[in-house]
């Protein structure tokens, strides 16, 4: 018979005497994307934007 524990909040099947990393990876997640998700003022699209450097939006007409 195996042991194990459940997670209230997610319902990860955890080992004995292991945490859930559930809140964690959470607030990882929201902080990422509100460090590198952006939104172009021309468009209102949402950009990614790595560094320092700012997403550049190139706007290209088709005929």
């Given at each position: 018979?195996?042991?194990?524990?459940?997670?209230p909040?997610?319902?990860?099947?955890?080992?004995?005497?292991e945490?859930?990393?559930?809140e964690?990876e959470?607030?990882?997640?929201q902080d990422?994307?509100?460090?590198?998700?952006k939104?172009s003022?021309?468009?209102?699209?949402?950009?990614?934007a790595?560094?320092d450097?700012?997403a550049?939006?190139?706007?290209?007409?088709?005929?």
């Amino acid at each position: 018979m195996a042991y194990y524990s459940i997670c209230p909040k997610c319902g990860s099947h955890l080992d004995p005497q292991e945490k859930c990393d559930c809140e964690t990876e959470k607030a990882e997640k929201q902080d990422f994307f509100s460090r590198h998700l952006k939104m172009s003022p021309k468009t209102g699209q949402l950009v990614f934007a790595f560094g320092d450097v700012e997403a550049a939006y190139e706007e290209k007409g088709y005929c």
